[in-house]
Protein backbone atom coordinates (compact mmCIF):
# COMPACT_ATOMS: atom_id res chain seq x y z
CA UNK A 1 0.00 0.00 0.00
CA UNK A 2 0.85 3.99 0.03
CA UNK A 3 -0.34 5.53 3.00
CA UNK A 4 0.10 9.31 3.40
CA UNK A 5 0.53 10.72 6.96
CA UNK A 6 -0.12 14.06 8.05
CA UNK A 7 1.31 13.98 11.14
CA UNK A 8 2.61 16.31 14.31
CA UNK A 9 6.75 15.25 13.64
CA UNK A 10 9.19 12.56 12.60
CA UNK A 11 11.92 14.74 11.84
CA UNK A 12 12.43 15.44 15.55
CA UNK A 13 12.13 13.79 19.37
CA UNK A 14 12.42 16.84 20.90
CA UNK A 15 9.57 17.51 23.31
CA UNK A 16 7.21 15.03 21.77
CA UNK A 17 6.94 11.26 22.04
CA UNK A 18 5.63 10.60 17.97
CA UNK A 19 8.72 10.76 16.44
CA UNK A 20 9.93 7.55 17.58
CA UNK A 21 6.89 5.89 17.33
CA UNK A 22 6.32 6.92 14.05
CA UNK A 23 10.21 6.32 13.14
CA UNK A 24 9.48 2.31 14.48
CA UNK A 25 7.04 1.83 12.68
CA UNK A 26 7.43 3.39 9.18
CA UNK A 27 10.87 1.21 9.43
CA UNK A 28 8.22 -1.52 9.92
CA UNK A 29 5.97 -1.06 7.17
CA UNK A 30 9.09 -0.77 4.54
CA UNK A 31 10.09 -3.76 5.30
CA UNK A 32 6.52 -5.34 4.75
CA UNK A 33 6.70 -3.46 1.22
CA UNK A 34 4.89 -0.29 2.05
CA UNK A 35 5.39 3.13 0.74
CA UNK A 36 5.01 5.80 3.44
CA UNK A 37 4.96 9.40 2.53
CA UNK A 38 5.07 12.50 5.71
CA UNK A 39 4.04 15.32 5.80
CA UNK A 40 5.32 17.29 8.16
CA UNK A 41 5.05 21.26 9.06
CA UNK A 42 8.26 22.86 10.05
CA UNK A 43 8.05 24.11 12.86
CA UNK A 44 11.02 26.30 14.62
CA UNK A 45 11.44 25.19 17.41
CA UNK A 46 11.54 21.37 15.94
CA UNK A 47 14.06 22.66 13.04
CA UNK A 48 16.80 23.68 16.22
CA UNK A 49 16.40 19.97 17.57
CA UNK A 50 16.00 18.02 14.24
CA UNK A 51 17.51 14.41 14.85
CA UNK A 52 16.49 12.43 12.17
CA UNK A 53 16.59 14.18 8.24
CA UNK A 54 15.91 10.62 6.94
CA UNK A 55 13.70 8.46 7.77
CA UNK A 56 14.48 4.94 6.68
CA UNK A 57 11.66 3.46 4.74
CA UNK A 58 9.50 7.41 4.25
CA UNK A 59 9.80 10.40 1.74
CA UNK A 60 9.56 13.63 4.29
CA UNK A 61 8.09 16.34 2.97
CA UNK A 62 8.87 19.32 5.26
CA UNK A 63 6.55 22.54 4.41
CA UNK A 64 6.50 25.97 6.28
CA UNK A 65 2.21 26.67 5.32
CA UNK A 66 -0.39 24.42 4.11
CA UNK A 67 -0.99 26.32 1.13
CA UNK A 68 2.89 25.11 -0.26
CA UNK A 69 1.96 21.63 -0.62
CA UNK A 70 -2.07 21.36 -0.48
CA UNK A 71 -1.98 20.90 -4.78
CA UNK A 72 0.95 18.54 -4.10
CA UNK A 73 -1.04 16.57 -1.24
CA UNK A 74 -3.96 16.54 -3.64
CA UNK A 75 -2.02 14.90 -6.41
CA UNK A 76 -0.55 12.18 -4.32
CA UNK A 77 -3.68 11.49 -2.40
CA UNK A 78 -5.32 10.22 -5.43
CA UNK A 79 -2.67 7.25 -5.95
CA UNK A 80 -2.43 6.67 -2.38
CA UNK A 81 -4.18 3.62 -0.52
CA UNK A 82 -5.08 5.22 2.62
CA UNK A 83 -4.18 8.63 4.41
CA UNK A 84 -3.38 9.06 8.16
CA UNK A 85 -4.03 12.43 9.97
CA UNK A 86 -2.81 12.19 13.83
CA UNK A 87 -3.46 14.26 17.00
CA UNK A 88 -1.72 17.32 17.48
CA UNK A 89 -1.10 17.52 13.47
CA UNK A 90 -1.64 21.11 13.01
CA UNK A 91 -3.17 21.02 9.93
CA UNK A 92 -5.59 18.00 10.31
CA UNK A 93 -8.69 20.26 9.72
CA UNK A 94 -7.39 21.48 6.73
CA UNK A 95 -6.31 17.68 5.81
CA UNK A 96 -9.63 15.91 5.97
CA UNK A 97 -10.71 18.63 4.01
CA UNK A 98 -8.46 18.13 1.07
CA UNK A 99 -9.21 14.33 1.70
CA UNK A 100 -13.22 15.41 1.14
CA UNK A 101 -12.35 16.91 -2.00
CA UNK A 102 -10.01 14.75 -3.83
CA UNK A 103 -10.25 11.14 -5.20
CA UNK A 104 -10.00 10.37 -1.35
CA UNK A 105 -8.49 7.02 -0.31
CA UNK A 106 -9.18 5.31 2.62
CA UNK A 107 -9.48 8.04 5.56
CA UNK A 108 -8.03 7.34 8.81
CA UNK A 109 -7.48 9.24 12.12
CA UNK A 110 -4.61 8.08 14.09
CA UNK A 111 -5.20 9.78 18.24
CA UNK A 112 -1.45 9.38 19.74
CA UNK A 113 -3.25 11.27 22.26
CA UNK A 114 -6.35 9.68 23.50
CA UNK A 115 -6.73 10.41 26.93
CA UNK A 116 -5.70 14.45 26.15
CA UNK A 117 -8.39 14.38 23.37
CA UNK A 118 -11.09 12.72 25.41
CA UNK A 119 -10.19 15.95 28.48
CA UNK A 120 -10.00 18.11 25.95
CA UNK A 121 -13.40 17.66 23.89
CA UNK A 122 -14.94 17.45 27.64
CA UNK A 123 -13.73 20.85 27.99
CA UNK A 124 -14.82 21.90 24.99
CA UNK A 125 -11.32 23.49 23.82
CA UNK A 126 -10.22 23.66 20.31
CA UNK A 127 -7.94 21.34 18.69
CA UNK A 128 -6.27 21.66 15.51
CA UNK A 129 -6.53 18.28 14.45
CA UNK A 130 -10.06 17.83 15.15
CA UNK A 131 -13.07 19.73 13.74
CA UNK A 132 -16.58 20.70 15.31
CA UNK A 133 -17.56 17.83 12.92
CA UNK A 134 -15.59 15.18 15.37
CA UNK A 135 -14.20 12.32 13.42
CA UNK A 136 -17.51 10.87 11.94
CA UNK A 137 -15.42 11.44 8.23
CA UNK A 138 -13.25 8.85 9.19
CA UNK A 139 -13.42 5.36 7.62
CA UNK A 140 -11.15 4.14 10.57
CA UNK A 141 -10.26 5.74 13.94
CA UNK A 142 -6.58 4.33 15.36
CA UNK A 143 -6.29 4.75 19.45
CA UNK A 144 -2.59 4.65 21.28
CA UNK A 145 -5.24 3.68 23.87
CA UNK A 146 -7.16 0.69 24.49
CA UNK A 147 -10.09 0.02 26.80
CA UNK A 148 -13.21 2.49 27.99
CA UNK A 149 -11.68 5.47 26.01
CA UNK A 150 -12.33 3.42 22.72
CA UNK A 151 -16.00 3.47 23.04
CA UNK A 152 -16.12 7.19 23.73
CA UNK A 153 -14.24 7.86 20.55
CA UNK A 154 -17.58 6.76 19.49
CA UNK A 155 -20.09 8.29 21.41
CA UNK A 156 -18.21 11.57 21.93
CA UNK A 157 -16.50 11.80 18.86
CA UNK A 158 -18.50 10.18 16.34
CA UNK A 159 -15.93 7.12 15.08
CA UNK A 160 -17.47 4.78 12.93
CA UNK A 161 -14.73 2.21 13.21
CA UNK A 162 -11.96 1.88 16.68
CA UNK A 163 -8.86 -0.27 16.65
CA UNK A 164 -6.32 0.22 19.45
CA UNK A 165 -2.62 0.82 18.09
CA UNK A 166 -0.61 0.27 21.23
CA UNK A 167 3.39 1.91 21.44
CA UNK A 168 5.96 -0.39 20.84
CA UNK A 169 9.88 0.06 20.21
CA UNK A 170 12.14 -0.80 17.36
CA UNK A 171 14.71 -3.62 18.86
CA UNK A 172 17.18 -2.35 16.21
CA UNK A 173 17.12 0.85 17.59
CA UNK A 174 16.14 0.06 21.62
CA UNK A 175 18.75 -3.01 22.48
CA UNK A 176 20.86 -3.58 25.52
CA UNK A 177 23.91 -0.97 25.19
CA UNK A 178 27.09 -0.89 27.45
CA UNK A 179 26.94 1.56 30.31
CA UNK A 180 28.39 5.24 30.08
CA UNK A 181 29.44 6.89 33.33
CA UNK A 182 27.79 9.97 31.97
CA UNK A 183 24.56 8.51 32.75
CA UNK A 184 25.40 6.60 36.06
CA UNK A 185 22.54 6.12 37.97
CA UNK A 186 20.44 4.64 40.63
CA UNK A 187 17.11 5.24 39.35
CA UNK A 188 17.01 7.21 35.61
CA UNK A 189 14.05 8.83 34.17
CA UNK A 190 13.05 10.28 30.79
CA UNK A 191 10.68 12.45 30.29
CA UNK A 192 9.26 16.20 28.84
CA UNK A 193 8.24 18.21 31.53
CA UNK A 194 4.23 17.97 31.68
CA UNK A 195 2.38 19.58 34.77
CA UNK A 196 -0.27 16.59 34.93
CA UNK A 197 2.39 14.31 35.66
CA UNK A 198 4.78 16.24 37.88
CA UNK A 199 2.88 15.28 40.75
CA UNK A 200 3.87 11.46 39.95
CA UNK A 201 7.38 12.99 39.41
CA UNK A 202 7.63 14.49 42.93
CA UNK A 203 6.58 11.35 44.44
CA UNK A 204 8.51 8.99 42.97
CA UNK A 205 11.76 10.68 41.97
CA UNK A 206 12.36 13.65 43.72
CA UNK A 207 11.39 12.71 46.92
CA UNK A 208 13.39 9.38 47.01
CA UNK A 209 16.10 11.78 45.96
CA UNK A 210 15.65 13.60 49.03
CA UNK A 211 15.51 10.91 51.49
CA UNK A 212 18.43 9.38 49.74
CA UNK A 213 21.46 11.38 49.32
CA UNK A 214 23.41 8.89 49.22
CA UNK A 215 22.30 7.46 45.59
CA UNK A 216 22.20 9.10 42.10
CA UNK A 217 19.49 10.25 40.21
CA UNK A 218 19.30 11.31 36.67
CA UNK A 219 16.83 12.82 34.79
CA UNK A 220 16.74 13.48 30.66
CA UNK A 221 13.78 15.78 29.31
CA UNK A 222 13.01 18.71 27.75
CA UNK A 223 10.91 22.10 28.71
CA UNK A 224 11.48 21.74 32.77
CA UNK A 225 11.19 25.29 34.91
CA UNK A 226 13.72 26.80 36.77
CA UNK A 227 11.67 26.27 39.90
CA UNK A 228 11.51 22.21 39.81
CA UNK A 229 12.51 21.19 42.85
CA UNK A 230 16.16 19.80 41.92
CA UNK A 231 18.34 18.31 44.76
CA UNK A 232 21.83 18.11 44.99
CA UNK A 233 21.82 14.28 43.65
CA UNK A 234 19.64 14.91 40.59
CA UNK A 235 21.88 15.02 37.78
CA UNK A 236 19.69 16.43 34.78
CA UNK A 237 20.71 15.77 30.80
CA UNK A 238 18.24 18.72 29.03
CA UNK A 239 17.76 17.00 25.84
CA UNK A 240 18.93 13.47 25.38
CA UNK A 241 18.20 11.73 21.34
CA UNK A 242 17.21 8.40 20.58
CA UNK A 243 20.34 6.90 19.40
CA UNK A 244 21.46 7.69 23.68
CA UNK A 245 18.65 6.26 25.07
CA UNK A 246 20.09 2.25 25.24
CA UNK A 247 23.15 4.01 26.95
CA UNK A 248 21.20 5.89 29.39
CA UNK A 249 18.68 2.75 30.38
CA UNK A 250 21.90 0.58 30.52
CA UNK A 251 23.75 3.16 33.04
CA UNK A 252 20.96 3.19 35.89
CA UNK A 253 20.07 0.42 38.74
CA UNK A 254 16.32 1.18 37.93
CA UNK A 255 14.74 3.41 35.53
CA UNK A 256 11.31 5.00 35.79
CA UNK A 257 8.24 4.99 34.13
CA UNK A 258 5.47 7.99 35.40
CA UNK A 259 2.45 8.42 33.55
CA UNK A 260 0.41 11.76 32.92
CA UNK A 261 -2.85 12.20 34.70
CA UNK A 262 -5.24 11.72 31.73
CA UNK A 263 -3.53 8.67 30.76
CA UNK A 264 -3.37 7.18 33.79
CA UNK A 265 -7.06 7.78 34.44
CA UNK A 266 -8.40 6.51 31.19
CA UNK A 267 -5.77 2.96 31.48
CA UNK A 268 -4.67 0.91 28.49
CA UNK A 269 -2.01 3.86 27.38
CA UNK A 270 1.42 2.59 28.13
CA UNK A 271 3.71 5.32 26.79
CA UNK A 272 6.50 5.02 24.37
CA UNK A 273 9.31 5.37 26.97
CA UNK A 274 8.23 1.87 28.47
CA UNK A 275 8.47 -0.19 25.94
CA UNK A 276 12.11 1.73 24.90
CA UNK A 277 13.33 0.67 28.30
CA UNK A 278 11.69 -3.04 27.95
CA UNK A 279 13.43 -3.11 24.96
CA UNK A 280 16.24 -2.36 26.44
CA UNK A 281 16.46 -4.54 29.15
CA UNK A 282 16.30 -2.20 31.63
CA UNK A 283 14.35 -2.70 34.98
CA UNK A 284 11.76 -0.35 35.23
CA UNK A 285 9.60 0.96 38.33
CA UNK A 286 5.89 2.40 37.45
CA UNK A 287 3.23 3.91 38.44
CA UNK A 288 -0.17 1.90 38.82
CA UNK A 289 -2.54 2.22 36.53
CA UNK A 290 -5.88 0.17 34.83
CA UNK A 291 -4.29 -2.18 32.35
CA UNK A 292 -0.74 -2.09 32.99
CA UNK A 293 -0.82 -5.76 33.74
CA UNK A 294 -2.03 -6.82 30.19
CA UNK A 295 1.33 -5.22 28.54
CA UNK A 296 3.96 -6.53 31.70
CA UNK A 297 3.71 -8.81 34.43
CA UNK A 298 4.08 -6.95 37.67
CA UNK A 299 6.55 -8.45 39.94
CA UNK A 300 8.15 -10.47 37.38
CA UNK A 301 8.46 -7.89 34.08
CA UNK A 302 7.98 -4.74 35.73
CA UNK A 303 7.73 -3.26 39.19
CA UNK A 304 4.86 -1.13 40.01
CA UNK A 305 5.12 1.39 42.52
CA UNK A 306 2.22 3.35 44.58
CA UNK A 307 4.37 5.79 46.47
CA UNK A 308 7.89 6.69 47.47
CA UNK A 309 8.64 4.07 49.93
CA UNK A 310 7.69 1.55 47.32
CA UNK A 311 10.37 3.23 44.87
CA UNK A 312 13.14 3.28 47.99
CA UNK A 313 12.32 -0.72 48.26
CA UNK A 314 12.73 -1.40 44.67
CA UNK A 315 16.35 0.61 45.06
CA UNK A 316 17.17 -1.86 47.38
CA UNK A 317 16.33 -5.11 45.87
CA UNK A 318 19.72 -6.78 44.33
CA UNK A 319 21.16 -5.88 41.43
CA UNK A 320 20.62 -9.25 39.65
CA UNK A 321 17.06 -9.59 41.08
CA UNK A 322 16.42 -6.45 39.30
CA UNK A 323 18.22 -7.37 36.02
CA UNK A 324 16.11 -10.48 35.98
CA UNK A 325 13.04 -8.07 35.98
CA UNK A 326 14.89 -6.24 32.78
CA UNK A 327 15.53 -9.29 30.89
CA UNK A 328 11.97 -10.93 31.50
CA UNK A 329 10.28 -7.44 30.46
CA UNK A 330 12.31 -7.49 27.04
CA UNK A 331 11.40 -10.97 26.60
CA UNK A 332 7.97 -10.15 26.75
CA UNK A 333 8.62 -7.00 24.48
CA UNK A 334 10.42 -8.83 21.58
CA UNK A 335 6.86 -10.96 21.94
CA UNK A 336 3.81 -8.88 21.82
CA UNK A 337 5.52 -5.20 21.70
CA UNK A 338 8.01 -4.52 18.66
CA UNK A 339 7.27 -2.09 15.78
CA UNK A 340 7.04 -4.96 13.33
CA UNK A 341 4.30 -6.46 15.88
CA UNK A 342 1.77 -2.86 15.49
CA UNK A 343 2.93 -2.71 11.50
CA UNK A 344 1.26 -6.02 11.43
CA UNK A 345 -1.69 -4.77 13.23
CA UNK A 346 -2.23 -1.55 11.16
CA UNK A 347 -1.66 -3.07 7.93
CA UNK A 348 -4.68 -5.68 8.97
CA UNK A 349 -6.55 -2.72 10.00
CA UNK A 350 -6.14 -0.76 7.07
CA UNK A 351 -7.02 -4.08 5.02
CA UNK A 352 -10.25 -4.74 6.33
CA UNK A 353 -11.52 -1.10 6.68
CA UNK A 354 -10.31 -0.78 2.50
CA UNK A 355 -12.76 -4.15 2.38
CA UNK A 356 -15.51 -2.56 4.10
CA UNK A 357 -15.57 0.52 2.02
CA UNK A 358 -15.60 -1.93 -1.38
CA UNK A 359 -18.58 -3.72 -0.06
CA UNK A 360 -20.84 -0.26 1.00
CA UNK A 361 -19.86 0.81 -2.67
CA UNK A 362 -20.79 -2.12 -4.41
CA UNK A 363 -24.23 -2.19 -2.59
CA UNK A 364 -24.50 1.98 -3.49
CA UNK A 365 -24.02 0.80 -6.94
CA UNK A 366 -26.73 -2.24 -6.66
Known sequence: MKIVIFGLSVSSSWGNGHATLWRGLIAALGKLGHEVVFYERDQPWYAQHRDATHVPGCELILYRDWREIRVRAGHMLGAADAAIVTSYCPDGIAALALLRRERAPLKVFYDLDTPVTLSLIARGEPQTAIGPEGLADYDLVLSYTGGPALQRLRDDLGARA????????????????????????????????????????????????????WRRFVLAGAQYPQDFPWTQNIHFVRHLPPVDHPAFYASSLLTLNVTREAMAEAGWCPSGRLFEAAACGAAIVSDAWPGLEDFFEPGREIIVARDTQDVLAALSEPPEALAGIGSAARARLLEQHTARRRADTLVSALETALAVRRTANVAKEV
Open 162 to 213: VVPLYGHADPAVHRPAAPRAAFQADLSYIGTYAPDRQAGVEAFFVEPARLAP
